[in-house]
């Protein structure tokens, strides 16, 4: 292999990675902030299950609190919040401008069912906002508490619907963005491919 083709393979092999990174990343960070990521993130299980516990409300640990004082004053915190409240950005690239109103789905759907989807993530917004304003000021939970969403006898359908539904997926959020930031981390640290980091997750990258 001469020196012409050995470039050309280091360059298809970059182009990959950027791919990649790309692809876990939705396009939504600079590099400066995929760096804050792979410094902040990276083999730090103590810092995810803590954030983690915070935004579902548990009760902390001493050590916790302790981790989470700490976060709210560094550049992660910014990063953190563009991952879960993604806003319109101008300088975003076309296909990944997104809010987290694009979510909901209108499609084939009566308009008074799409308005009870659309008020459970009104919900996630307001509450995952207070999560956010307390992390960084501190003092007692919002107006929204995750406990009280849950499915009671006297909530009507309608409430009832729509409290749990915001419930679900605030769940799902939190866990999936920091499990997704946890990736990008992992891969930028180790420049591993993506079945690869699959693999090691205990995923099949098949299916």
Do not use: C
């Not at 993604?86 to 799409?114: A, Q, R």
């Amino acid at each position: 292999m001469d020196y012409k083709e050995k470039k050309q393979l280091e360059e298809e092999k970059q182009r990959l990675v950027d791919k990649f990174r790309e692809s876990l990343s939705g396009g939504l960070y600079t590099e400066s902030e995929i760096e804050v990521i792979k410094g902040t993130f990276y083999d730090n299980e103590e810092l995810l299950t803590a954030l983690r516990n915070f935004f579902f409300q548990l009760e902390l640990t001493e050590k916790e609190q302790d981790i989470i004082s700490s976060f709210a004053k560094t550049d992660a915190y910014n990063v953190l919040y563009k991952t879960f409240i993604p806003e319109l950005d101008p300088n975003m690239p076309i296909s990944n401008n997104v809010d987290l109103w694009v979510g909901v789905n209108t499609k084939e759907k009566l308009p008074e069912d799409s308005v009870l989807e659309m008020k459970s993530r009104e919900i996630v917004i307001k509450y995952l906002q207070e999560q956010f304003n307390r992390l960084l000021k501190g003092g007692d939970f919002g107006d929204i508490k995750l406990s009280e969403l849950t499915y009671v006898k006297s909530k009507n359908s309608e409430e009832a619907y729509i409290d749990l539904h915001a419930r679900n997926s605030i769940l799902g959020q939190v866990s999936g963005n920091l499990m997704n930031l946890r990736n990008i981390a992992f891969q930028e640290k180790t420049q591993m491919s993506q079945d690869e980091i699959q693999k090691m997750m205990g995923m099949n990258s098949n299916q």
